[in-house]
């Protein structure tokens, strides 16, 4: 990058390198997914309460009626789109070397998609069997 | 050629670093914002538990007979209990980061009473969620 035979100047250099105008995205999301979840979190809390000590019967039919699948369907997708780039976030403070940070930013994603996918299908097996 | 030459010399000394955490007397704000990204680190790694309890209930009575032993279970119980918080203080501690947001509650005094508002809010909310709790169960079994 900083050759000692680069005849160029700082300033040419870095010109047109930036800014991507997208920078701010994943900031902007951060928010609306941790506004979203306040009430999505809350919402979680009520329909865990609303199941303890329950049968496995019926809690089959509290997570599969509509309205608790919905709310799930949203947390579940809201949740795993907020730590993937909160994890991200703190990937990139962390991991320095080229190597590890991409192999993690990896598999950061791979987790969440996974864990997002199988949540998700859980609740529209559930759904969808009653 | 000489100044080439000394930008060169100049490009391989050390930058100048920005001081971190230990330079710096530890004060609330600072612990409670470690304590959000942990808090979120452990929320991270706890959707696994989310993901075993939605799958295990899709699976049938057995598999879910076994998810339930396991939360059941005193050590199933304490990871149920700090997720509950890391919850709590996560939402809390991200309101905080919205007001903050609008560039409210900057000042000295307010940006203190947020902080610690958001640790006492998270351990009372926290404690009213379990006592609901058990007494849905119809008490501490």
């Excluded at chain 2, 790694?45 to 939605?54: I, R």
Aim: aromatic share 12%; hydrophobic share 55%.
């Amino acid at each position: 990058m900083n050759a000692p035979h680069d005849m160029r100047t700082p300033a040419r250099r870095v010109r047109g390198l930036g800014p991507a105008r997208s920078g701010t995205a994943d900031f902007w999301h951060q928010r609306l997914t941790g506004f979203a979840g306040v009430f999505l979190s809350i919402a979680l809390i009520v329909i865990v309460l609303s199941m303890l000590g329950r049968s496995h019967a019926a809690a089959v039919q509290i997570l599969g009626s509509p309205i608790v699948a919905v709310i799930m369907l949203l947390f579940i997708l809201t949740s795993v789109y907020h730590m993937w780039i909160g994890m991200q976030e703190i990937i990139l403070d962390y991991v320095h070397d080229d190597k590890y940070k991409f192999l993690s930013l990896m598999l950061n994603t791979f987790f969440c998609v996974a864990v997002g996918l199988a949540s998700a299908f859980a609740i529209l097996k559930l759904s969808f069997g009653v | 050629m000489a100044d080439l030459k000394a930008g060169a010399a100049a490009s391989r000394r050390p930058r100048p670093l920005s001081p971190h955490l230990q330079i710096y007397r530890l004060t609330l704000t600072m612990a409670m914002s470690i304590v959000h990204r942990i808090t979120g680190g452990a929320l991270y790694v706890g959707t696994l538990l989310m993901a075993w309890w939605l799958i295990s209930a899709a699976s049938g009575p057995n598999a879910y007979a076994t998810f339930e032993a396991f939360i059941g279970s005193f050590v199933g119980r304490v990871i149920l209990f700090g997720y509950t918080w890391a919850l709590l203080h996560h939402m809390l501690g991200g309101i905080r980061h919205l007001i903050w947001d609008t560039l409210h509650g900057f000042e000295p005094a307010e940006r203190e009473w947020l902080t610690l508002a958001s640790l006492i809010g998270s351990i009372a909310l926290t404690l009213v969620v379990w006592v609901i709790g058990y007494i849905a169960l119809g008490g501490p079994r």
